[in-house]
C-alpha cells in the first residue's frame, strides 16, 4: 500500500485554496489540480508499504506522538518548485513552527527504522497544483506576485493522520487508515 501520514485543513483555508486554483487554472492550460478533500499538509510520505508495516507503523507512531499536544500553524504565502520560472510544483506554505518541526523529526526518526528514506530537505507546505506544461511566465508572475505574501489563515493541528493513497486515472484517491489525536492542551 502507498501510504503517507499527515494533517487536514480546516473548510474555510480549503475554501481559499480552492479559489486560488480557480485563478491559477485560467494562467495553465493544462495543470493537475487535487481534489479539495485531498489537499493536506504531508509530514512524511512512506511510499509503498505492507499492511502489517503500516499496522506496526501506526501503533509506533501513536506511542511517540502520545505526549505531543494540538498546536496552531499558520498558512501563509504562495510559492513552487523549482522556481517561478518553470513552476512544476505550486504550493501553499506554512509559517515557521519549531512544533511541527520537531513532530516531524520524530516521524521522519520513526520511518528510518522502516528502511523509509529519509527527507533530504523538509520544505513545510501543501501542494495545491502541479504542472507539466509550458506557461506564459508574465500571467503567472502576475499571480505569483499577487499571492506570494498572503496569509490564508490559521488552523489547530489536533490530529495527524496515517493516509493509503491509491493512485487512480482521475487522480488519488485518499483513505484515512488511522487517526492520532494529540493531546488537548495547546502548545505554544
Known amino acids: 500500500?502507498?501510504?503517507?501520514?499527515?494533517?487536514?485543513?480546516?473548510?474555510?483555508?480549503?475554501?481559499?485554496i480552492v479559489d486560488l486554483q480557480k485563478e491559477i487554472s485560467e494562467i495553465f492550460?493544462?495543470?493537475?489540480?487535487?481534489?479539495?478533500?485531498n489537499i493536506h499538509l504531508t509530514f512524511k510520505f512512506l511510499g509503498e508499504i505492507s499492511e502489517e508495516q503500516c499496522k506496526e507503523f501506526g501503533q509506533n507512531l501513536e506511542t511517540i506522538l502520545s505526549d505531543k499536544k494540538s498546536f496552531s500553524l499558520?498558512?501563509?504565502?504562495?510559492?513552487?518548485?523549482?522556481?517561478?520560472?518553470?513552476?512544476?510544483?505550486?504550493?501553499?506554505?506554512?509559517?515557521?513552527?519549531?512544533?511541527?518541526?520537531?513532530?516531524?523529526?520524530?516521524?521522519e526518526s520513526l520511518a528510518s527504522k522502516f528502511d523509509v528514506a529519509p527527507e533530504k530537505n523538509f520544505k513545510e507546505h501543501i501542494t495545491?497544483?502541479?504542472?507539466?506544461n509550458k506557461i506564459n511566465i508574465e500571467s503567472f508572475k502576475q499571480l505569483y506576485e499577487k499571492f506570494k505574501d498572503v496569509v490564508w489563515g490559521n488552523i489547530m493541528v489536533n490530529k495527524i493522520?496515517?493516509?493509503?493513497?491509491?493512485?487512480?486515472?482521475?487522480?488519488?484517491?485518499?483513505?484515512?487508515?488511522?487517526?492520532?489525536?494529540?493531546?488537548?492542551?495547546?502548545?505554544?
Open 128 to 132: 495545491i497544483a502541479r504542472n507539466k
Open 161 to 188: 493522520y496515517i493516509i493509503e493513497s491509491k493512485l487512480k486515472p482521475a487522480g488519488a484517491e485518499y483513505n484515512i487508515l488511522k487517526t492520532i489525536t494529540l493531546g488537548e492542551k495547546t502548545y505554544g
Open 29 to 37: 492550460s493544462k495543470i493537475s489540480i487535487p481534489k479539495v478533500e
Open 1 to 16: 500500500m502507498r501510504v503517507f501520514v499527515g494533517i487536514n485543513l480546516s473548510q474555510d483555508i480549503k475554501k481559499k
Open 74 to 107: 499558520q498558512i501563509q504565502n504562495f510559492g513552487v518548485f523549482p522556481n517561478i520560472f518553470h513552476p512544476k510544483i505550486l504550493w501553499i506554505g506554512v509559517e515557521k513552527n519549531n512544533y511541527l518541526l520537531e513532530i516531524q523529526k520524530d516521524i
